[in-house]
């Protein structure tokens, strides 16, 4: 089946250092969703790329989707320790309406 | 609008035993999705449902059932309980349907400790 993967796993920074992960799924993906989970809480919906080299920001979170739809990146630029959480990234499988996650990277920050 | 909630929030269980755990979806929301999460696992998807049926199934032992409701609070439930199931669950609600987005809202999940 579908498999999405996420590196690094871990990801530890000095607070103000920038921040990258990254996904990559074995197949093409229709879209690509990115989910925010603080520590003790619930997944959090950050945002969804559809199109092919897609570039979308939020302050200081940029978000990219590669040519092939087969890759993604998060960067947090500058980071906060308010970013301190496991960042997901989620693809949906071909022909169903089934999410499949990446193991996530969890970013500790310090202050 | 109130958020995804889900019940109970904790649970303790012994092997052997079963358990029912409940999710109401945002208020307009037909699309509730059923999670596991584990430290080694991650994410894990169980199923899905809308209005009231089953659209997609993971890969997980026929022990983990769910349904939905017509007001589209849904229920799943685990049989015969093994140390493994130890894990935090997690429901997704969304809009479902032609047009709507991909975007889930998801609950603060129902821990799940098995002894």
């Known amino acids: 089946g579908q498999q999405v993967m996420q590196i690094p796993q871990y990801q530890h920074v000095q607070e103000g250092e920038d921040f990258t992960t990254y996904c990559n799924s074995s197949?093409?993906?229709?879209?690509i969703q990115w989910y925010k989970q603080r520590p003790g809480g619930h997944p959090v919906f950050l945002i969804q790329?559809?199109?092919?080299?897609e570039v979308k920001k939020q302050k200081r979170l940029t978000f990219q989707f590669g040519e092939a739809k087969k890759n993604s990146s998060l960067h947090i630029t500058a980071t906060q320790t308010t970013d301190v959480g496991t960042y997901f990234c989620?693809?949906?499988?071909?022909?169903?309406?089934?999410?499949?996650f990446g193991q996530g990277t969890r970013l500790t920050i310090n202050p | 609008k109130a958020g995804v909630t889900q019940t109970p929030r904790y649970l303790i269980k012994t092997r052997g035993q079963q358990v029912t755990l409940s999710c109401s979806p945002i208020?307009?929301?037909?699309?509730v999705s059923w999670y596991q999460q584990t430290p080694g696992q991650g994410l894990q998807f169980l199923f899905e449902?809308?209005?009231?049926?089953?659209?997609n199934k993971g890969n997980f032992p026929g022990r983990f059932s769910g349904r939905q409701f017509s007001n589209s609070r849904s229920e799943m439930n685990v049989s015969t309980l093994e140390l493994g199931d130890s894990a935090l669950y997690l429901c997704?609600?969304?809009?479902?349907?032609?047009?709507?987005?991909?975007?889930?809202?998801f609950g603060p999940g129902t821990r799940l400790t098995v002894l």
């Open positions: 449902y809308f209005s009231e049926t089953q659209r």
């Open positions: 790329l559809v199109k092919s080299g």
């Open positions: 997704a609600s969304r809009r479902g349907g032609t047009g709507s987005t991909n975007e889930q809202f």
């Open positions: 989620a693809g949906p499988e071909r022909g169903a309406q089934k999410l499949v």
């Open positions: 208020s307009g929301h037909r699309s």
């Open positions: 197949t093409t993906l229709s879209n």
